[in-house]
């Protein structure tokens, strides 16, 4: 293989077809993120649509403004934003409340039109949070479910799945390992064995194209502060497919999910299309934010996104080889770039001192347990410059031992 | 009587100790706003708040600002503002989700301590999003509750406390009549029944002083758009009292209510403070507006806000009906301001077009169904000559017949 050069790399983003969406982020100088897989950088017309809500349309409109503005169609008319990204219908898309209370909806719905069936299948290496939203909907029913949480490869799921389950709940993307499960076959075998599906887009939304609605996907949900880039904790999205919408129920029964809210019924009758996955009152400030997040998406080809995600990491695989070989990193991603989503995972014994160190010299990764580095890598607004960049500030630091200093060791939080 | 005049109120005004802190708030030109028990008005330092948020925190820091800026803990440290608002003790309230997901939490937690009793008790003209929620609720179990929602006076409730009483659930103040419920004397009576108690403080929050923790309340839980003015749709809080936190248990169990969100376990380990009640992860961008609103509060008594209240709602009543005698409007409020809310509803047969003829004129309220006209009364940044401008308004609206037209009878959304 020869031996990749800084100007091989600046090359590359002379080439890059997206190269001119990195002036549509604000990214800190001195900075190379990262962590868009956690948290998403700011658009730079967040801030202008911030201010235009606070100033104009909560400020001077008031109340007014849920109709003027149509704050009160926002789930909606971002979830229709969304669907272009995941495949899916306009109606079948709502961004709403946390993605962990989505998980709970959509679980329960499914649950619902599965009745008969008492086995749930996912993953232990699941993100928690999606196996703690089970548990919890488990706890609520005398009659529990089984919860088969699978060891083995997620792809390999298969064998598992039988008369008895009801629901296969698994995440597209893995986040630990960035494995890439192949929604189209597990959906149809699941399909055929008669259980729904249910899969949390959080890691691959923005990243990769997806095919939900013609696949036939029952469930999906996912998280906008990631790849999306909706500000942080910003509102998840839930994803019904337009067969499913109308019979189906979920349990988080609140006025804006009525069939005529503002009637003020004292009995719930569910809206007939998606809005009936609405709960309470969702802040409309938490959703300029993600609007101004999926604007930068409109122009955007999907293939095109994932095209680059693949060339970065490749580079990023064969730069640690080529620069960072001796020092022991371990890859824990796939090797086959068919199999990994957009972001990269290296396992190695001193992995949190190393990260730590990357982030005090402004290279920010993240850190999971309990010895795994993990680099997100995005496409809109990375370039093939930063990942030399990086590598090379990693080789410093193994090369120097500076990892290996006391104040790299101070656990912090990350999500 | 005697009569009053303009220059009574402008007196009034003058005397006011909280006039200051209208200055707090941006209140657009010529619009009187008595809608802040449904969306309140911009505090200045929002918008501040928010572009430092943007700026430097999301901006510049990035995934770092969990850490740094104490992201992390927004959700217990803005409890702790609300806190003194609700005599609740540090560490008893936090803010999370909206209204309805926390009343589901709440409810659901208060049903597992009381698991031998099937009666939950509300009222049938509770906010109907109270009601669906416990619909939804008691749909997801197979043993279903007996849900008895009375008619009568909500303070004769007593009498359908009983020993099959789980969870008695009411609100402070009636969304529609203003009427107030008596937290003390109907928790006294549920306890000594054996019953627990959940209290919705949306309309009473930030207008009336409380006293949750040494009355022994339960749980509660409340809205920061209204009276907090923490922006549109802004998530709600809770409330458990203290000898209960360690012990209970809610199903909606995502991983920020983990003992240890960040080792990321399998198995769901609730936090064994109030932090189990949080779910997903939280918009930091809705809690930075609801800090500003609650940063108003700093050195307010409550005691003076609810005096104020009380005033401002005895010159409207009275100027009413003085001005407006003639024109037909029925108090629906009760007539004793120890049993009225801050805001103030009258029956009309033509409340629609009139509220609707009123907001042209710049004199916000609301129309609830099916005749009633609902002023909120908000003493934080009304005047005494707001009351008199608004009711002369009406006046001349009614003396004009303005409101009998055409334009004023299309609906609109309200919250």
Redesign the interface.
């Known amino acids: 293989m020869k031996t990749l050069k800084l100007q091989d790399l600046k090359n590359l983003d002379n080439q890059d077809p997206l190269s001119a969406y990195r002036e549509e982020f604000?990214l800190?100088k001195n900075?190379i993120?990262f962590?868009g897989n956690?948290?998403g950088?700011?658009p730079n017309k967040?801030?202008e649509n911030?201010?235009k809500t606070?100033?104009e349309?909560?400020?001077?409109d008031?109340?007014?403004?849920?109709?003027k503005a149509n704050?009160?169609n926002l789930p909606q008319a971002l979830g229709n934003k969304i669907a272009p990204l995941i495949g899916a219908m306009a109606g079948e898309v709502i961004v709403v409340?946390?993605?962990?209370?989505n998980l709970?909806k959509v679980v329960?719905a499914a649950l619902r039109l599965n009745d008969n069936r008492k086995k749930i299948l996912s993953e232990?290496?699941?993100?928690?949070?999606d196996?703690?939203?089970l548990?919890?909907?488990n706890?609520?029913?005398?009659?529990q479910y089984e919860c088969v949480?699978i060891e083995e490869d997620v792809n390999d799921i298969e064998k598992y799945i039988d008369s008895s389950t009801a629901v296969v709940m698994l995440s597209h993307i893995n986040y630990?390992t960035g494995r890439i499960s192949d929604i189209k076959k597990i959906t149809k075998y699941a399909h055929k064995k008669g259980a729904l599906v249910v899969w949390d887009l959080s890691h691959s939304v923005g990243v990769m194209s997806m095919d939900l609605h013609n696949i036939g996907v029952d469930f999906a949900v996912g998280c906008t502060?990631k790849h999306l880039n909706g500000?942080?904790?910003?509102?998840?999205f839930l994803y019904v497919h337009s067969d499913l919408v109308e019979k189906v129920?979920?349990?988080?029964?609140?006025?804006l999910?009525?069939i005529d809210?503002?009637?003020?019924?004292?009995?719930?009758i569910p809206a007939s299309n998606i809005n009936k996955f609405i709960?309470?009152?969702?802040?409309?400030?938490?959703?300029k934010?993600i609007e101004s997040g999926l604007d930068v998406f409109d122009e955007i080809s999907m293939e095109q996104v994932r095209e680059k995600s693949i060339h970065l990491s490749e580079v990023f695989i064969e730069l640690i080889q080529q620069e960072c070989g001796e020092f022991g990193f371990e890859l824990f991603s796939p090797n086959d770039a068919k199999h990994r989503g957009s972001q990269i995972s290296y396992k190695h014994e001193n992995a949190y001192p190393i990260m730590q160190s990357l982030?005090s010299r402004g290279v920010?990764g993240?850190y999971?347990?309990p010895n795994i580095l993990r680099f997100g890598i995005s496409p809109l607004y990375m370039r093939y410059e930063d990942i030399w960049s990086a590598i090379i500030c990693l080789k410093n630091i193994m090369q120097s031992n500076e990892w290996n200093s006391s104040n790299f060791k101070v656990?912090?939080?990350?999500?």
């Open positions: 604000y800190p900075i993120y962590d956690s948290l950088p700011v967040t801030k911030l201010n606070i100033n349309e909560w400020g001077n008031l109340i007014n403004s849920w109709n704050w009160i409340d946390s993605t962990s209370i709970f329960s232990l290496t699941n993100f928690p949070s196996l703690y939203i548990e919890g909907l706890g609520m029913s005398d009659n949480l630990k502060y500000g942080p904790g910003a509102p998840g129920t979920q349990p988080l029964s609140g006025w999910g009525h809210p503002f009637a003020f019924d004292s009995k719930y709960c309470g009152t969702p802040s409309i400030l938490a959703y934010a982030i920010i993240d999971r347990e656990r912090n939080y990350v999500t």
